[in-house]
């Protein structure tokens, strides 16, 4: 997502099972990613820095967005990378 969080966009056509664990999956990686943002600012002890951290992680993300990888924008709707 443009915040640079991971998102499911459609998990409907998966069995619950396997909705449950792209959940765990994503919600894994996404604590991860806080706690990177996290770790970063403690390590220039900045803790007040996480914001200007959190931009300049989700313009590193967005670069490695790939063409064709459906994103989500901050409207939350989705569209393909071109």
Known sequence: GHDGFIYLRDGTKMSLAKRQIAE????TENEERKALIQALADSNHRRDAEPEI???????WHKQWKSGWWLRDA???WSRKP
């Open 54 to 60: 959190w931009v300049l992680m989700r313009e590193r």
């Open 24 to 27: 765990k999956l994503i919600d």
């Open 75 to 77: 409207d939350s709707k």
